[in-house]
């Protein structure tokens, strides 16, 4: 029942994102002819309208970021906490399901919409500077050199990959941290007869201040009992070690938050959810 929940999940974002994700893209083809154009221009009026464009381009960029959070956050408060939720608490298909049908489908959005910004970026810097693609890829190292140089400084290729691996895990987990905690503030804050949408977001400031002092008392503690700022990186496979070890607490510090979290949102809208 997953996968349906999915599929319909991915249509009814997809009808929002991918209008976004294309005007992002017009935006971006219209502030490089803008830019091109302003070099070449001396008439003020012209300046003035190419300058907007390249300035909707950016709000652009900024508001399909925001548009991939508020629709993660109204998706979860339409579909789970308003009237639809009678309609799908009945569904033959469990808690967990809903939750993490909602979490997939968000965290997927999130990483496109990374994608997407970066890549109207990198492609509208190309652009303006008169590099094609295929230049661009020939500045990277190959494969055969990366490791060469890894070789000589005493660096196993592997290690790079574990780090990569840890990097891309965190990622995804701290996409779905950050569902997280909005499904469980606002799961908590409709558990109430009244002012849901206010105690979900004290929930949410609550959630947020106690994740972070505990966050950061465990860090000062580690930090003070491996030595701190006497602790001295002195070789490569060191520095290497350290930032394996450290990508990994990184991990498992989302992880454990983000069980919490879930624990909340689940236990929120299993036994106290108010709907009235």
């Given at each position: 029942?997953?996968s349906k929940?999915?599929?319909?999940?991915?249509?009814?974002t997809?009808?929002?994102?991918?209008?976004?994700?294309?005007?992002?893209?017009v935006l971006a083809?219209?502030?490089?002819f803008?830019?091109r154009v302003?070099?070449?221009?001396?008439?003020?009026l012209?300046?003035?309208?190419?300058g907007?464009i390249i300035?909707?381009?950016?709000?652009?960029?900024?508001a399909?970021?925001?548009m991939?959070?508020?629709?993660?956050i109204?998706?979860?408060?339409?579909n789970?906490?308003?009237?639809e939720?009678y309609l799908?608490?009945?569904?033959?298909v469990?808690?967990?399901e809903?939750?993490w049908s909602?979490?997939?489908?968000?965290?997927?959005?999130f990483?496109?919409?990374?994608?997407?910004?970066?890549?109207?970026?990198?492609l509208?810097?190309l652009?303006?500077?008169g590099?094609?693609?295929?230049?661009?890829?020939?500045?990277?190292?190959?494969?055969a050199e990366?490791?060469?140089?890894?070789?000589e400084?005493?660096?196993?290729?592997?290690?790079?990959w574990?780090i990569?691996?840890?990097?891309?895990?965190?990622v995804?987990?701290?996409?779905?941290?950050?569902?997280?905690?909005?499904y469980?503030?606002?799961?908590?804050?409709?558990?109430?007869?009244?002012d849901?949408?206010l105690l979900?977001?004290v929930?949410?400031v609550g959630?947020s201040f106690?994740?972070?002092?505990a966050?950061?008392g465990?860090s000062t503690?580690?930090?003070?009992?491996s030595g701190g700022?006497?602790?001295?990186?002195?070789t490569a496979?060191e520095?290497i070690?350290?930032?394996?070890a450290?990508?990994?607490?990184?991990?498992?510090?989302?992880?454990v938050?983000?069980a919490v979290l879930?624990?909340?949102?689940v236990?929120?809208?299993k036994r106290g959810?108010?709907?009235?």
């Amino acid at each position: 029942m997953l996968s349906k929940l999915l599929k319909h999940e991915f249509r009814a974002t997809g009808r929002t994102m991918l209008p976004v994700y294309a005007a992002v893209v017009v935006l971006a083809v219209l502030a490089n002819f803008s830019i091109r154009v302003i070099d070449r221009s001396v008439h003020t009026l012209v300046t003035i309208f190419c300058g907007l464009i390249i300035a909707a381009f950016i709000i652009g960029i900024i508001a399909a970021g925001i548009m991939t959070l508020v629709m993660m956050i109204k998706r979860f408060y339409t579909n789970y906490l308003k009237d639809e939720g009678y309609l799908m608490h009945t569904l033959p298909v469990s808690v967990h399901e809903l939750v993490w049908s909602k979490m997939i489908v968000s965290v997927v959005w999130f990483i496109c919409t990374f994608l997407v910004i970066w890549l109207v970026i990198i492609l509208t810097a190309l652009f303006q500077t008169g590099t094609s693609l295929a230049q661009f890829f020939a500045g990277f190292p190959s494969w055969a050199e990366i490791k060469a140089a890894l070789a000589e400084a005493g660096i196993r290729s592997g290690d790079l990959w574990v780090i990569g691996l840890e990097t891309l895990l965190a990622v995804v987990v701290a996409g779905l941290y950050t569902c997280l905690h909005f499904y469980a503030a606002m799961s908590l804050g409709h558990m109430f007869s009244k002012d849901k949408i206010l105690l979900s977001i004290v929930f949410f400031v609550g959630i947020s201040f106690v994740l972070s002092l505990a966050t950061t008392g465990y860090s000062t503690g580690r930090f003070v009992a491996s030595g701190g700022a006497d602790y001295i990186l002195e070789t490569a496979q060191e520095a290497i070690r350290l930032g394996k070890a450290i990508l990994a607490e990184m991990l498992a510090i989302e992880l454990v938050q983000s069980a919490v979290l879930y624990i909340a949102t689940v236990l929120g809208l299993k036994r106290g959810l108010n709907l009235a």
